[in-house]
């Protein structure tokens, strides 16, 4: 009895003593008290944005959703467009999987009104196995339908997250980082990538034809992820605007020059437009009005220019220079569409 006397009331000591240290640091901003005046924590875009929308400490109903190519789509243009606060949940690599547990996640911790959905080409290659970086985050709780219904509290006000070894380990971190002046935000607080200078000359992102695009086959699952998230959406009352994010000319006539790639690519408009049957299509020859500087980082990443063209057209406030870019593709309209994009080169 004396053993349990000193060992439960030292461990107690223990876990306490962690808790208020995560609490004081606040590496994830749960608490918003910064009296050392700190750099938060910054982690990986999945569960860094994950924990923003889940403290429910700021309430937004306009959002981005997509890969690293919708990340420099700018929430406060989006406001000023639509009169409603905007966040971007842009997470890299994102797939179907990553885009149903975002759609989850809003639905549980937030109200939106609106989601402007960013997606690529690679998306549905059954080549790709799920991201790591979604298993290792919060957000994979939100692959289970079941965890629509958000039964999570915080009793007294304890944030929970605040008791495990992870947090201590960023708390140390970021007083370590803060201690030696690295600090370096990648992500603005709606979520917006840090702006930066495009370069000179963008080059052509060749690791997607040896890593995203190899032996691409349809994955009738991941369309199933799409297709669920497209009905709980509208079930919600959501607007949703389905866009498909482009490619600078080089890289797209880099794709088109691959007989099984062209092949995949058609075939991918037709899924996309099938499950959301009106999608804007930025992919396309109509963007060789956008070549170079300051439009691109790489071949396939929009600079925060492009992007708010991007915008600007998918919510109809504006004509691109050529208005093939962003054309409104239906299951009316897509074959006649594919047929003169697509066609046969002469």
């Known amino acids: 009895m004396k053993y349990f006397a000193i060992y439960i009331p030292l461990i107690c000591a223990i876990v306490g003593s962690a808790y208020l240290f995560n609490a004081a640091i606040d590496p994830y901003d749960k608490y918003r008290w910064n009296p050392l005046g700190l750099e938060k924590a910054v982690t990986e875009s999945r569960e860094l944005k994950f924990r923003h929308i889940d403290a429910q400490r700021d309430r937004y109903e306009f959002f981005f959703v997509g890969s690293s190519r919708v990340q420099r789509l700018d929430p406060a243009l989006a406001e000023e467009l639509t009169g409603l606060r905007g966040y971007n949940y842009g997470v890299e690599n ?8 975002i759609a989850r996640h809003l639905l549980a911790a937030q109200k939106p009104k ?14 790709i196995g799920i991201d790591k970086r979604l298993l290792q985050s919060h957000l994979r709780t939100y692959l289970d339908p079941a965890a629509l219904t958000d039964t999570r509290r915080n009793f007294l006000g304890i944030e929970r997250m605040y008791f495990s070894l992870e947090a201590l380990d960023d708390s140390f971190t970021v007083l370590w980082n803060n201690w030696r002046g690295i600090v370096k935000k990648a992500y603005e607080e709606n979520g917006r990538h840090v702006a930066e200078t ?7 992102a060749k690791q997607y034809f040896t890593s995203q695009y190899v032996d691409y086959r349809i994955d009738r ?23 498909i994010s482009p490619m600078n000319a080089e890289h797209l006539a880099a794709v088109l020059a691959d007989p099984e790639l062209r092949t995949q690519f ?14 804007r299509d930025f992919n396309n020859s109509g963007v060789e009005r956008y070549d170079g500087n300051p439009w691109w980082f790489d071949s396939v990443h929009p600079s925060e220019p492009l992007t708010a063209i991007m915008l600007k057209s998918a919510l109809g406030r504006e004509t691109p220079a050529d208005p093939r ?3 409104v593709v239906t299951p009316d309209n897509i074959e006649d569409y594919l047929r003169a994009e697509f066609g046969e080169r002469p």
């Not at 495009?198 to 052509?204: D, G, K, Q, T, V």
């Open 94 to 101: 994102a797939l179907p999987e990553d885009l149903l547990a």
């Open 114 to 127: 609106e989601v402007f959905l960013l997606l690529d080409f690679y998306l549905l290659n059954g080549y």
């Open 198 to 204: 495009p370069p000179e000359f963008p080059r052509l």
């Open 221 to 243: 699952t991941r369309i199933g992820n799409l297709s669920e998230l497209r009905r709980i959406l509208e079930a919600a009352g959501v607007k949703l605007t389905v866009a």
């Open 266 to 279: 058609i075939i991918f408009k037709r899924e996309v437009v099938n499950i959301f049957r009106e999608v």
């Open 325 to 327: 870019f962003g054309m």
